[in-house]
Each structure stands twice: as structure tokens, then as C-alpha cells.
């Protein structure tokens, strides 16, 4: 009897569970376009188009995306700014194959990328202590399970560029380069 009703409910239950992966994959909005419930088509081609112009204009040296005029300077990410860390070292925690919880090292170097127009860039400088200060804080709570693969540096990146923002007080961050990751 069990089995007779689980099969129907996995049959239902499937495709709400693909829809929403692929709702999770590309976003809400994108999602509601590609479906064709999504907003004005003229509007999701404008956003195109937009995209497209402006991954040429980064493509090329000097190219205008058509906002700004002719005199209005284009900055790409490979034109900010770079704040060096010094190298940090800190323990993280690992779980060995018989459970036991062990320290490690972890030794990484940073590069912090910053709009240097965006408000508040300028008080960056004084706060680099401080937001080296916040990421020690927040490597030292890490398991070295956090750091595999692609997903635990994404995470990573991502957490330390949003500390570096809040210790910040400001949106000039734009990036966390890692040029060298390693545990030992």
C-alpha cells in the first residue's frame, strides 16, 4: 500500500523539484523571462543588449557602451586598483577519518580590487587594518571542508569581500584575488 502511494506523490513532487533548481539556477527574473511570463520582451532584449555591449566594451580598449557620451571614462576591473595583504597565516580546524578534530595551517595572500571613484574608496587605505583584522577573525572559524573544490573558494571570496565592505563603510570593494591558498 506504502509503495502504491509513494510512486505517484515522487511523480508529482519531480518536477516542482527540477522547476525550482532551475529557478535557483538562473534567478527569478531570468527564470520568468525565459518562461515568457517575465515583464516586457522589449524590455528583457534592452537588458540584453545592454549585457552584450557592455562585455564588448570591457573586450575592447576604449569602447562606449553608448551611456555616458564619447568624454565619460570607461573603468573596467582590470583599471582598479589593488590593495595587497600581507601574507596571513592562521589554524583552521580539520576532522580526521576517525573523527577527531586536528588544527591545521592555513596560509593565504590576498589582493582586494577597488573602484577608487565609488564613495568612501579613499577611507579604504586607513581601514586596511582593520579589514585584515576581520579576515583573520573569519578564516580562523573555518573547517578545511569549507575550503574544497570550487564552491568553498567562491564561498570565500564572496565572505571576504562582503567583510571588507562592512568593515569598510562602503560598496569600493569589487573583488578578493587569492594568489596563493595553502594547508598544511
Do not use: C, W
Request: charge should be negative; hydrophobic fraction near 45%; glycine fraction near 8%.
Amino acid at each position: 500500500m506504502k509503495k502504491k502511494l509513494l510512486i505517484p506523490i515522487i511523480a508529482l513532487l519531480a518536477p516542482v523539484l527540477v522547476a525550482g533548481g532551475a529557478v535557483l539556477a538562473v534567478g527569478p527574473e531570468r527564470a520568468m523571462a525565459i518562461v515568457g511570463l517575465g515583464g516586457d520582451p522589449a524590455e528583457n532584449e534592452q537588458e540584453q543588449a545592454k549585457d552584450n555591449s557592455t562585455d564588448h566594451a570591457d573586450e575592447s580598449d576604449g569602447g562606449q557602451d553608448g551611456e555616458g557620451g564619447p568624454d565619460a571614462p570607461q573603468i573596467t576591473q582590470s583599471d582598479m586598483p589593488l590593495m595587497p595583504f600581507p601574507e596571513m597565516i592562521v589554524n583552521v580546524t580539520d576532522t580526521t577519518a576517525d573523527g577527531r578534530q586536528t588544527s591545521r595551517f592555513l596560509k593565504v595572500n590576498l589582493l582586494m580590487v577597488f573602484d577608487e571613484t565609488a564613495p568612501g574608496a579613499a577611507q579604504l587605505t586607513a581601514r586596511e587594518l582593520y579589514i585584515r583584522d576581520a579576515f583573520q577573525s573569519f578564516l580562523r572559524s573555518l573547517n578545511v571542508a569549507d575550503l574544497q573544490g570550487a564552491r568553498g573558494i567562491a564561498l570565500l571570496k564572496s565572505e571576504l569581500l562582503r567583510r571588507a565592505r562592512a568593515v569598510g563603510h562602503t560598496d569600493a570593494p569589487r573583488d578578493i584575488l587569492i594568489s596563493d591558498l595553502v594547508i598544511q
